[in-house]
């Protein structure tokens, strides 16, 4: 059976050594964090939330959430997610995160994301309102 559940921020040491790769995963397709262990400051003080997906006694996946306060709303934003059989969880996670963003509260859930995932958000009811364009800065070699 699926669960998705979100850590308490103490239980981090206890699990970190099954987390860390799948926290090594986010770190892996971010743009801000490198190594998982970046991750270990902002789960203790609470700054980031950790869903934790589960089957059973195996993990499956994780979700890392923020709540993002505005002068006239309120953000839960997905700040990345990783796992395996995630076509197994994902819709499951999607729930947990919406209750959790409602029970706080929060006005809105956003994510970032490739465009692989549009097909998914869309099938769960969510809408595309922006889109976020990049270009990497090449360092001035004069």
Not at 20 to 35: G, K, R, T
């Amino acid at each position: 059976m699926i669960t998705v559940n979100l850590m308490n921020p103490q239980s981090l040491p206890s699990i970190w050594q099954e987390l860390e790769p799948f926290l090594q995963q986010c770190a892996d397709a971010s743009n801000e964090i490198e190594e998982a262990s970046e991750y270990y400051h902002q789960l203790v003080t609470g700054f980031t939330g950790l869903f934790l997906v589960t089957d059973e006694e195996e993990i499956l996946g994780v979700i890392l959430i923020q709540r993002q306060e505005y002068p006239h709303v309120s953000i839960c934003q997905i700040i990345a997610l990783a796992g395996k059989e995630m076509g197994k969880w994902l819709t499951y996670a999607n729930d947990a995160v919406y209750n959790w963003a409602a029970v706080n509260d929060c006005q809105l859930v956003q994510a970032y994301g490739r465009p692989g995932w549009k097909k998914f958000y869309r099938e769960q009811g969510w809408n595309m309102s922006k889109v976020i364009y990049s270009k990497p800065v090449i360092e001035n070699t004069h």
